[in-house]
């Protein structure tokens, strides 16, 4: 019964892990937007660059946050 209960919880490193991914997750999204919405950022680059730049920043957040959660198969 206890072995239940471990395999469900997860471990202090994976925990560590999985709140520094949510957090580099935010500050990835809150950038491209940035990127994308502010104009005082980044303002020598012509408007469609900027859009293009945010939206790349954009996905590599999403791809990175999918990679992490994508199970180890090695992890028990």
Do not use: H, W
């Not at 994976?14 to 500050?27: D, M, S, T």
């Not at 900027?50 to 992890?75: C, H, M, Q, T, W």
């Amino acid at each position: 019964m206890l072995s239940d209960n471990n395999e469900k919880q997860k471990s202090p490193k994976r925990r560590f892990l999985l709140i520094l991914g949510v957090a580099a997750f935010i500050c990835l999204c809150v950038f491209g937007l940035m990127i994308i919405f502010g104009d005082y950022f980044l303002a020598n680059l012509p408007k469609t660059q900027r859009i293009i730049f945010g939206s790349v920043v954009l996905i590599y957040a999403v791809l990175r946050f999918s990679r992490y959660l994508r199970k180890d198969p090695n992890e028990i």
